[in-house]
């Protein structure tokens, strides 16, 4: 099954912050992902992208988690005011 | 009866070798610092072997505690006991006891960075439901109140079942010794309670638990319900209703969630629980460190960043390593003259002069370059740069069927494929990882600078082209040729035989923090050893082996006429010009045995194939001898064309151009040089390498496949620049 998010972990802004609200997990990449610390109810902060846009750069806990786009989208937040 | 006398040595004076007394593993995430607490509990009392049939290195070291000792196993960091890479699985099996060669471990040493609790808490519930007893090790704790990170580990220690939980910095040694004293006893001690993370699950396993009358424990059935069939065989086949009970529990815990993805979500939910609880303050971002990363983020910055330090590298193996490699080679080279006018002629004097010394020399040269290239991946590793580099190169790589973390072996492979395959190991996908070793022998390696350097300077004219030298020009194109054909070698796999699905990317990204230079010395010197063991070895047989068949067999008809010779010129000659003929008969009685040695007849018979080429049975000769270790070729060259051992004189150049066919014509012309240059970019002539390939993926599949592929690549590549070329 395939799920569109409206806002996702993509589509945050550099210095922005969310809260992961769902995450579609049929992918393995995701569910490593998971493993990794990327779950429901985790606080996030998009910190930049590397050469050519991709991958991403965020901040979980204190620490740089990279990952890319085509997952990235799978993620759905709940994106913080302006950070 | 014989009085018998009492004879008293005091105890401390008898030395006992101590045996350890248990096993401990230690375990914890990448980056967690465990390799510094591994190395401070353990000293230079460690070693480094393989598990059994695959390529993880096994690191086991004796720690000697006050009143125990203990091996300890430093296990590859792992995020998770759901195995997702090769190391990952090693580090698996090993604290599930089922490795073999490794006895089960006693407890368990799980190192957690005091700033990421929250991947380190993830670990540490999985190893506590292991059922062995734990003692926590919370590492860099300083740098987590730097950064206003309050920990209390009290409480801590309550939401862990009562695991031990002890603070330490391991760079400076503080709080090591409570930790020593808590692994003293940790065999003996009790194993914590496994935290409910997941309360459904625990009421579940608790009520299938009464069920199977004391035939499983709650522990067992949890790991059970969470890890299936995937998991360690606890349900035996005679318990079949429970199993069928597990199943039925299973599919209602789950649903149609994957079981990783619901595991992982209600362990980081406990966690976060946890985390409220014990740590106050949010980690600030004060330290150098993160603003070096935080700028590093930007992709300019970065990239320039990225290009600045592979320069720095660059330098560093080339210009660093030269008068070094420069000095080994002198030494080499004297040390064999010195035994050869020593001793008296033989095959024995020979083959410790041209045969041991020689190939001792040619594993040595390496060195320095080894060595410096080996120091700076460490150290990029350890300062967290190496993880940057593979993100910030990941959309290039990617592009090229590659990922991100194929970027350190590739550049390693400038210096030597050995180091750069074995760099390969941080590449989770297996698909990735192989494309990454068969593109990496492409690039050119230091083993083929001489003989570019030796045949451009012969045969290119060094006439500017721009602000260029036309010579300097070729150089770079043989560089950009290597990089060429292995780029397209692993589009190609990736398309073909290696095709597959995208590999997942997940990179954790450290803060930049100071290498601690204990740790690094261990570990390079640890590496050394590993390329001395694997490389050297081959490349020492190979130089006696090459040795051997130049040699063999040693025709009397050709001593006879040096002997003639040279009665000849002591009667005609005196001083310099007697001194002068002694070297040119020995050189010309050189080239004369090994054009009849079995080398050169090898050389004459396989000439044929490499006619298209246009090569003569002394390039043949000097190529076959190249394919084990192509830097060998010079010195054949040197031999067959009686320079002796001026190899890299000004003579050899002046022979090569006055090479002729029996027709008069010359050999070395300009198609046929280019031919030889391209054949020398694109061969795999390496012995070293394809052990080293057959060692990294465990089958001879692979090297057999990269030897015949790039061997054929060169082949078609030189035929096609000489057919072309030549009227």
Avoid at chain 1, 14 to 41: F, H
Avoid at chain 1, 70 to 80: G, I, S
Avoid at chain 2, 229 to 243: E, K, M
Avoid at chain 2, 254 to 282: C, I, K, N, T
């Amino acid at each position: 099954m395939k799920t569109t998010f409206h806002s996702t972990l993509e589509t945050l802004r550099r210095g922005q912050r969310g809260v992961i609200k769902t995450v579609d997990s049929a992918d393995p990449a995701v569910q490593r992902l998971m493993v990794l610390g990327l779950v429901a109810g985790a606080e996030i902060e998009f910190t930049g992208a590397a050469i050519g846009g991709d991958p991403l750069e965020f901040r979980l806990f204190g620490n740089g988690i990279s990952l890319r786009r085509e997952q990235a989208r799978h993620f759905e937040v709940v994106a913080a005011g302006d950070g | 009866m014989a009085s018998t006398r009492a004879i008293s040595i005091p105890v401390e004076r008898i030395s006992v070798r101590q045996y350890p007394r248990a096993t401990i593993a230690v375990v914890g995430n990448p980056n967690s610092g465990k390799s510094t607490l591994f190395n401070r509990l353990t000293g230079l009392r460690q070693s480094t072997a393989n598990y059994p049939g695959v390529t993880v290195e096994k690191h086991v070291g004796i720690a000697k505690l006050d009143d125990a000792v203990l091996e300890l196993v430093d296990l590859p960091g792992t995020f998770s006991l759901s195995a997702h890479s090769l190391e990952e699985r090693i580090a698996v099996d090993v604290v599930l006891g089922r490795m073999r060669g490794v006895e089960k471990p006693a407890g368990i040493l799980a190192v957690v960075a005091a700033n990421n609790l929250y991947q380190g808490l993830f670990l540490v519930q999985q190893l506590i439901e292991l059922g062995l007893p734990v003692v926590v090790a919370l590492t860099m704790s300083d740098a987590a109140e730097a950064a206003g990170l309050k920990i209390d580990v009290d409480k801590l220690r309550r939401f862990l079942g009562g695991a031990i939980v002890c603070p330490v910095v391991a760079t400076t040694g503080q709080g090591m010794g409570s930790l020593r004293r808590a692994l003293a006893v940790l065999p003996e001690a009790r194993v914590p309670d496994a935290p409910a993370f997941w309360p459904e699950l625990r009421a579940t396993a608790d009520k299938l638990a009464a069920e199977s009358n004391g035939r499983m424990r709650r522990i067992e059935i949890e790991r059970a319900l969470i890890d299936g069939s995937n998991g360690p065989p606890v349900v035996d086949a005679s318990a079949d209703t429970l199993t069928a009970r597990i199943r039925e529990a299973r599919a209602r815990l789950f649903g149609g969630r994957p079981p990783v993805a619901e595991e992982a979500q209600r362990r980081y939910d406990w966690v976060r629980e946890v985390l409220a609880e014990v740590q106050s303050g949010s980690p600030v971002l004060r330290t150098w460190g993160a603003r070096v990363a935080a700028f590093l983020n930007r992709p300019v910055p970065g990239t320039i960043g990225l290009f600045v330090v592979m320069a720095v590298v660059f330098q560093a193996v080339f210009a660093w390593a030269t008068p070094l490699m420069d000095a080994i080679d002198a030494a080499t080279a004297a040390t064999g003259a010195w035994v050869s006018s020593t001793l008296p002629e033989s095959a024995l004097t020979s083959l410790i002069a041209d045969g041991v010394i020689a190939g001792v020399g040619s594993v040595i040269v390496f060195l320095p370059q080894i060595m410096i290239l080996f120091l700076f991946i460490i150290l990029l590793e350890d300062s967290g740069y190496l993880a940057r580099a593979a993100y910030l190169m990941d959309r290039v790589m990617r592009s090229v069927g590659l990922s991100g973390q194929s970027i350190i072996p590739m550049i390693s492979s400038f210096a030597c494929a050995v180091p750069g395959v074995m760099a390969t190991r941080v590449i989770p996908n297996r698909r990735d990882r192989i494309a990454t070793i068969l593109a990496a022998p492409f690039m050119t390696c230091s083993a083929r600078l001489p003989v570019y350097a030796l045949l451009i300077a012969a045969f290119v004219p060094a006439t500017a082209v721009g602000w260029f030298n036309l010579q300097g020009l070729v150089l770079l194109g043989l560089y950009l040729l290597g990089i060429i054909a292995g780029v397209l070698t692993a589009l190609l796999l990736r398309q073909t035989a290696l095709r597959g699905p995208k590999p997942a990317f997940a990179l954790m990204l450290p803060e930049f923090r100071k290498p601690n230079l204990r740790t690094v010395a261990i570990q390079l010197l640890g590496r050394v050893k590993v390329f001395l063991r694997r490389a050297g070895t081959v490349i020492f047989t190979v130089a006696v082996i090459v040795w051997a068949l130049a040699y063999y067999p040693r025709s009397e008809s050709v001593e006879g006429t040096a002997e003639a010779r040279l009665a000849q010129a002591e009667a005609s000659l005196s001083d310099d010009a007697l001194d002068r003929a002694r070297v040119r008969i020995a050189n010309d009685a050189a080239a004369a045995q090994l054009e009849q040695s079995w080398l050169g007849r090898a050389g004459k018979v396989v000439a044929p194939v490499f006619r298209p080429l246009g090569w003569d049975w002394k390039i043949s000769a000097a190529v076959i001898a190249g394919f084990p270790a192509r830097e060998v070729v010079i010195a054949v060259l040197g031999t067959v064309y009686a320079v002796g051992d001026e190899a890299s004189d000004s003579t050899l150049t002046q022979r090569l151009e006055s090479a002729t066919w029996p027709d008069g014509s010359p050999v070395f012309t300009l198609p046929m040089v280019f031919g030889l240059l391209i054949f020398y970019a694109w061969c795999l002539q390496c012995a070293a390498t394809l052990a080293v390939i057959r060692r990294e993926t465990n089958s001879w599949r692979w090297p057999v496949f990269a030897w015949t592929y790039m061997t054929t690549m060169g082949y078609v590549g030189a035929m096609v620049v000489y057919q072309v070329g030549s009227p």
